[in-house]
């Protein structure tokens, strides 16, 4: 059975730090291509940062330069670190990891980010 599961949510002030993680079992992490998307109320879900099996990593223009995603494949682990948030990233976070060759994606239950002073 595959599980996707994202931690490391919360309250943060404007201009802070969080790091988002993500773990998988069932499957093996650097196999995929693995994304971080969000959710805001009344919103539909976008692209935060995907990162390909390959190494290629596409970003939304809003988190350029804030947003990094990164894997530990030991730990079967993605990350996503995102510094200089701002009100308007509060949302939702969900981790996918999607099949190369399938296009199937897995998703994890969300972890909340609240910016706000």
């Known amino acids: 059975q595959v599980q996707v599961v994202e931690s490391g949510g919360g309250l943060v002030q404007p201009g802070g730090s969080l790091r988002l993680s993500c773990v998988a079992s069932g499957i093996i992490l650097r196999f995929y291509d693995m994304g971080w998307y969000r959710q805001a109320p009344g919103k539909q879900r976008e692209l935060v940062v995907e990162r390909s099996s390959g190494g290629i990593t596409n970003s939304a223009d809003s988190v350029k330069g804030r947003f990094t995603i990164s894997r530990d494949n030991g730990k079967n682990t993605v990350y996503l670190q995102m510094n200089s948030l701002k009100p308007e990233d509060t949302a939702n976070y969900y981790c996918?990891?999607?099949?190369?060759?399938?296009?199937?994606?897995?998703w994890g239950q969300g972890t909340q980010v609240t910016v706000s002073s």
């Open positions: 996918s990891a999607r099949h190369p060759s399938t296009g199937f994606y897995y």
